[in-house]
């Protein structure tokens, strides 16, 4: 029994004595120095990309942007991204560094064009005053694997991916590929607005690219309800990269292709899976309100499918607003589908010296599974919107009283929305997707 203890004492000595040796700081280095030697060998891992590094950044006001960035030992670093044509092909060079705050972090100090998505001037490139695309140009690296590198913005969270890119992607993306790319896709989507995969189980499952909100969705009908999965994109140079993956059942991707003979395609498996335009649309309009679009612009000149109560309604709200010095312009109707809201402009012109009047209606609105829509003013409008509350009467009391159907309609320009008035069928709209101004 003596020895039996004295041998558990021996193998406790052992053990305590391997944990001090572990824990020696002499041996491990200090926890300055594990940091400092972490961030020295992220550096490395940046300058150590002979063709540089494609980088897709998510901020948080939504959708994707592609940049090409290669890093110097001295501390510079050279970017383009698509945020305009000019940074698609001018190079910009600025300062980066490496910092421990709470994480390993990157830090790009000195101005470049990710500062542009932050920047506070709504005139810049859109976003909110302030406060700009809520975006970085601080980061706090994830995690590293293979060529891929994952990071996350320290003041907004924004996902940073960088993965290196190979001497053919280096070569297209210096000479302005994705300029090229974005054209391409933009014609396409103009030919083809709809577009499907077609599953093994026979479904048509719709793809739908939202190129103003940089948005790819994935939708289908289960049963009475919409299975969508939308997540941002940005472009690359064959194609776009999507943010998250997308499924359906055993159809998995992250990526969208674009080859040279103007398809769209995904890879599953190894398995090329083409995406199917059709001349039709897959899902009704207004179950892809969101998805695809937000907002109705009817405008000044007359489109197919205004009914004539509708072109007379019109044709005297004109007149109306005539006599108070300004003419109708565009109608547009944005709708919020999160908070389910509704905002109704009416653009006018001066007269005059052709300037711009905005009235705006406030409205809340439901919807049923069927896809009617029903308005209710939430707020009682003030300045140019009561000022001309009377002159837009002849629409008003449609919009205000009844209920409508949002539809596609098929015209020789294409396909647009049409809005028909539910109890008086014969007063019906038509408008473009997306807002002219």
């Not at 006001?61 to 940074?87: P, Q």
Request: overall charge negative.
């Amino acid at each position: 029994m003596r020895m039996k203890n004295i041998f558990i004492y021996i193998v406790a000595l052992i053990a305590i004595a391997a944990c001090q040796h572990e824990d020696d700081p002499l041996l491990m280095g200090r926890p300055e120095e594990r940091m400092e030697q972490i961030l020295k060998d992220y550096r490395q891992q940046l300058v150590d990309a002979p063709s540089g590094w494609k980088g897709y950044l998510f901020p948080g006001s939504g959708g994707g942007y592609s940049f090409y960035m290669t890093f110097s030992s001295e501390g510079r670093v050279t970017m383009l991204a698509d945020i305009n044509a000019d940074c698609q092909v001018k190079p910009f060079e600025s300062s980066f560094r490496m910092e421990a705050v709470q994480r390993p972090s990157l830090f790009f100090d000195t101005y470049s064009y990710l500062h542009i998505l932050s920047d506070p001037d709504p005139d810049t490139v859109g976003g909110a005053q302030g406060h700009g695309l809520n975006s970085d140009f601080e980061f706090a690296f994830e995690s590293t694997q293979g060529d891929t590198i994952k990071l996350k913005g320290n003041q907004h969270g924004s996902p940073l991916l960088l993965i290196k890119a190979t001497a053919a992607e280096s070569e297209a993306l210096r000479r302005g590929d994705l300029n090229v790319l974005q054209k391409g896709i933009v014609g396409y989507k103009d030919k083809s607005p709809f577009t499907y995969l077609q599953s093994r189980d026979g479904k048509r499952i719709n793809t739908s690219f939202n190129l103003d909100t940089k948005t790819f969705s994935l939708s289908f009908k289960q049963a009475d309800s919409l299975n969508i999965q939308t997540t941002p994109f940005a472009y690359t140079t064959n194609g776009i990269f999507l943010q998250k993956q997308v499924t359906y059942k055993d159809v998995t991707f992250h990526e969208v292709f674009y080859d040279a003979s103007q398809k769209f395609y995904v890879m599953v498996d190894g398995e090329r899976i083409n995406l199917v335009p059709s001349a039709d649309p897959i899902l009704p309009l207004h179950l892809l309100l969101g998805i695809d679009f937000t907002t109705v612009s009817v405008p000044f000149e007359p489109l197919p499918g205004w009914s004539p109560l509708y072109t007379n309604a019109r044709l005297t709200i004109h007149n109306s607003l005539l006599a108070k010095g300004v003419g109708l312009s565009n109608i547009e109707l944005a709708f919020n589908p999160k908070n389910k809201t509704l905002t109704l402009d009416v653009f006018m012109r001066a007269v005059g010296d052709g300037g711009y009047y905005l009235g705006r209606y406030q409205y809340a609105y439901t919807k049923s599974a069927d896809g009617v829509f029903k308005f209710t003013r939430y707020e009682e409008p003030t300045g140019n919107a009561k000022f001309i509350e009377e002159d837009m009467a002849p629409f008003l009391y449609y919009f205000n009283s009844s209920r409508f159907r949002m539809e596609y309609l098929k015209t020789a320009d294409g396909f647009v929305a049409q809005l028909k008035c539910v109890e008086s069928p014969s007063f019906y709209f038509s408008g473009n997707f997306g807002s002219a101004f």
